[in-house]
């Protein structure tokens, strides 16, 4: 199927807000749940570099989209940077600020040995399955200071529901 736009999130949460805002309708939920419209899908990996790559293999098999989007939260290592702060890790010159992310195997739990602004699960995974001949963009919103506390769901669809309008323009 022929579609512009390939969004991918890690966690529902992420997804739920960007499913009305795009009014994508869910298509099939096994292996992964994947939303569409006529010019753009979104599919939920679930959380890590395994999961991620097996679903934008199946994602890509699906769909011939122009640009991919990955989109979702990520923790922060500089405790002066505020919850719900935006970021692009893939492109400098865009309306939305640029941060260096780094991905990691399991979630970060302290900031120690974070050598990037951002840390998630995903973010590398994501540019390393997704073809060359498609635009890449990582947004992601800080939900956590690489501490213990985990966001719950409800506080990681509100993060991502602020952020739409920075981001949609590139879908």
Avoid at 27 to 44: M, Q
Avoid at 48 to 58: H, S
Avoid at 76 to 81: F, L, P, R, S, W
Avoid at 119 to 124: I, R, S, T, Y
Wanted: hydrophobic fraction near 45%; proline fraction near 5%.
């Amino acid at each position: 199927m022929k579609i512009q736009t390939l969004i991918h999130t890690a966690l529902t949460a992420e997804a739920k807000p960007i499913t009305g805002y795009f009014a994508l309708v869910c298509k099939s939920k096994i292996p992964f749940n994947i939303y569409e419209n006529d010019t753009t899908a979104l599919i939920v990996s679930g959380i890590g570099a395994a999961k991620t790559k097996e679903a934008l293999t199946l994602a890509f098999r699906l769909f011939s989209p122009h640009t991919a989007i990955n989109i979702g939260i990520a923790g922060c290592a500089d405790k002066n940077v505020q919850i719900g702060s935006f970021f692009c890790a893939t492109h400098k010159n865009l309306s939305v600020p640029y941060a260096p992310l780094s991905s990691h195997k399991s979630a970060v739990k302290s900031g120690e040995g974070i050598t990037s602004l951002l840390a998630d699960q995903e973010g590398e995974a994501f540019l390393e399955n997704v073809p060359d001949n498609v635009e890449k963009y990582i947004f992601k919103v800080v939900s956590d200071h690489l501490d213990a506390r985990i966001p719950t769901k409800a506080e990681v669809s509100a993060l991502l529901q602020k952020t739409l309008p920075l981001w949609s323009i590139y879908v």
